[in-house]
């Protein structure tokens, strides 16, 4: 596989199941991210990993957990979630992150949605 | 904080050109230019940075204007591939979050 893949690319939760998002870059970069992408809404950005540590949380709430346990791959786990949450939730990852973002690859996206 | 792109929707024939605009309250260190097709994630097409030069992505280039803290994207003789909806990205300078913009969506009819 090449570049950046998601999975799974839909999934349907009700608000008291616990789920994870999976995200995985083959793309050699150290730096990865967690979007949400919302109707009519600018791309927000949630979290950056630079070599597998978090520089960035923007202020997204608790029952979003994210998950870097190696410079590939990042997860993305939920629960608890409501039915405002539901979106599209994309991947990227740029070469580095050194407090500057640099060119960013997505993934396809995980289309999720909360009944 | 987010940067506000003009015009939201345009409509254009293949081979006419067209501007997207990216505008921000406050100064910018650097600007991303992200083209997104339905269905599909969104592609680096450039960056700018500040006292940088004007960028160029085949027949699609852009230009930061730091003093009026904006940024331009010029699709020049557009194709039926550039439909699709474009962002900016937008840093302050290092450490400062990054922000898209509301998004321009370009129809391209033959």
Request: with cysteine.
């Given at each position: 596989?090449?570049?950046?893949?998601?999975?799974?690319?839909?999934?349907?939760?009700?608000?008291?199941?616990?789920?994870?998002?999976?995200c995985?870059?083959?793309?050699?970069?150290?730096?990865?991210?967690?979007?949400?992408?919302?109707?009519?809404?600018?791309?927000e950005?949630?979290?950056?990993?630079?070599?597998?540590?978090?520089?960035?949380?923007?202020s997204?709430p608790?029952?979003?957990?994210p998950?870097?346990?190696?410079?590939?791959?990042?997860?993305?786990?939920?629960?608890?979630?409501q039915?405002?949450?539901?979106?599209?939730?994309?991947?990227?990852?740029s070469?580095?992150?050194?407090?500057?973002?640099?060119?960013?690859y997505?993934?396809?996206?995980?289309?999720?949605?909360?009944? | 904080?987010?940067?506000?792109?003009s015009?939201?929707?345009?409509?254009?024939?293949?081979?006419?050109?067209?501007?997207?605009?990216?505008?921000?309250?406050?100064?910018?260190?650097?600007?991303?230019?992200?083209?997104?097709?339905?269905?599909?994630?969104?592609?680096?097409?450039?960056?700018?940075?500040?006292?940088?030069?004007?960028?160029?992505?085949?027949?699609?280039?852009?230009?930061?204007?730091?003093?009026?803290?904006?940024?331009?994207?010029?699709?020049?003789?557009?194709?039926?591939?550039?439909?699709?909806?474009?962002?900016?990205?937008t840093?302050?300078?290092?450490?400062?979050?990054?922000?898209?913009?509301?998004?321009?969506?370009?129809?391209?009819?033959?």
């Open positions: 596989e090449t570049g950046v893949t998601q999975t799974p690319r839909h999934l349907v939760m009700g608000m008291t199941n616990k789920k994870s998002l999976k995985e870059q083959h793309l050699g970069h150290n730096a990865m991210y967690w979007y949400k992408q919302s109707a009519k809404k600018p791309l950005l949630m979290f950056v990993y630079s070599l597998e540590e978090r520089v960035e949380n923007n997204v608790s029952r979003f957990s998950e870097c346990p190696n410079s590939s791959h990042l997860f993305l786990h939920l629960h608890t979630l039915p405002e949450d539901s979106a599209l939730y994309l991947c990227a990852s070469q580095d992150y050194d407090g500057r973002t640099y060119e960013q997505f993934g396809p996206g995980t289309r999720l949605t909360v009944t | 904080q987010q940067p506000v792109q015009p939201q929707a345009v409509i254009l024939r293949e081979g006419e050109d067209a501007v997207i605009n990216c505008s921000s309250s406050k100064a910018l260190y650097s600007v991303h230019w992200y083209r997104q097709k339905h269905g599909e994630a969104p592609v680096f097409l450039m960056i700018l940075l500040k006292g940088g030069e004007q960028m160029r992505h085949e027949k699609i280039s852009a230009s930061f204007n730091e003093k009026k803290q904006q940024s331009s994207l010029y699709l020049t003789a557009s194709q039926l591939s550039y439909s699709g909806t474009y962002f900016c990205g840093e302050r300078g290092t450490g400062n979050q990054f922000y898209f913009g509301t998004g321009t969506s370009l129809t391209v009819i033959p």
